[in-house]
């Protein structure tokens, strides 16, 4: 199976400054775990092109826009955690048209899945507002150009950090099923699992907030348990990930215990949620990089049907925080359940 791979020399040049996290390296180690996938031929780069201002717009202030362009020629924070520089904007363009561009290769055939090797992130920037290194929310502009067209969208968001942005993008839109798992209480501090959407979009939004040291385990669980039923029931045609690879147990941000073998199990699971051709992983966040280019090396093989797996899986018997964060996420997909099954049924 043909694999798409994003990638842009401008994401590289974006420099959000000394010692910040969300450094421009990353890419480096998303290249080393593409290599380290050993899938070959079976990954076709690409160049993204940039979106432009009217596709931005669909999730986006137009002043917002001017504002990060500004401030990005000026080298001046669009806000504390998030530092701009002159290569900023167009970095977050091309960030952002990647989805876009991913989508016309797919529609056009010959490859079953698209991965955005792309910076910076995107699930956490608001309509008019930038967030935890986030300048647009790239997955955002994506799926607002599919409903556009008449799609019906999965968003499965695995990033440690909930995505907010895209949540709050989404919340009351009908054609948009937004499904959440990351650690509870952390940054932003939204992602509770009263949070069901609202209007159209009530039930169309789930959170899964998991406690600090859940495993692997936790995330198979959700898979089976929540978002493949609550999938099966939405009948998407199009899968968005944000592929945040910051719930890995080395990662320096977060407090879970993934492995890079997890990662390869999600993405084997999350490929059936959605026909081939019609499924795009946008990379979020991963700040160790060793285990980011282990994790991207896991996702990339298994998009394309292998299975690389630098570590095996890490499970709840690893240790006694572990069994104890697994045995509270069992309640947290049990909520989740209740929580969905009331919200449609109202």
């Known amino acids: 199976m043909s694999i798409l791979l994003a990638h842009h020399q401008a994401c590289a040049l974006h420099d959000p400054g000394a010692d910040h996290p969300e450094r421009p390296e990353r890419l480096q180690a998303v290249a080393d775990g593409a290599r380290l996938a050993g899938v070959g031929d079976a990954l076709v780069e690409f160049t993204p092109r940039a979106a432009n201002r009217e596709e931005l717009a669909r ?21 504390p955690e998030t530092m ?25 055939g010959g490859a079953s899945a698209a991965f955005l090797a792309v910076r910076p992130p995107g699930h956490h920037a608001m309509y008019g507002q930038a967030m935890g290194f986030c300048l647009f929310n790239n997955i955002a502009v994506t799926a607002a150009a599919l409903v556009a067209r008449g799609e019906r969208v999965l968003i499965v968001d695995w990033d440690a950090h909930h995505g907010n942005g895209t949540q709050a993008t989404f919340y009351d839109e009908a054609n948009v099923l937004f499904v959440s798992m990351h650690q509870y209480p952390a940054y932003p501090g939204t992602g509770a699992l009263d949070e069901i959407g609202d209007g159209a979009g009530r039930g169309a939004t789930i959170n899964l907030p998991f406690a600090p040291g859940a495993t692997g385990d936790s995330y198979r669980r959700a898979f089976d348990t929540v978002i493949v039923p609550a999938a099966e029931r939405f009948a998407a045609s199009w899968l968005l990930v ?27 699971r999350a490929m059936q949620l959605a026909p081939p051709g019609r499924r795009i992983f946008f990379l979020e966040g991963g700040y ?14 298994a998009l394309a049907g292998e299975k690389v797996q630098p570590e095996p899986p890490s499970r709840s018997s690893f240790s006694q925080r572990a069994t104890a964060s697994d045995a509270t996420a ?10 969905h099954e009331d919200a449609l049924s109202r």
């Open 84 to 108: 701009v520089g002159p290569a900023s904007f167009e970095a977050a363009r091309r960030a952002a048209g990647a989805g876009l561009d991913a989508l016309e290769r797919l529609d056009a």
């Open 242 to 268: 944000s592929a945040g690879f910051d719930a890995h147990r080395a990662d320096p941000l977060t407090d879970l215990g993934l492995s890079a073998g997890d990662f390869a199990d999600l993405t084997a």
């Open 59 to 79: 999730v986006h202030d137009l002043d917002y826009l001017a504002r990060v362009e500004w401030r990005s020629l000026r080298g001046e924070a669009l806000e």
């Open 330 to 339: 069992a309640k947290v997909c049990d909520a989740a359940i209740a929580a």
């Open 288 to 301: 160790d990089l060793e285990a980011l280019a282990a994790s991207v090396a896991a996702t990339l093989a």
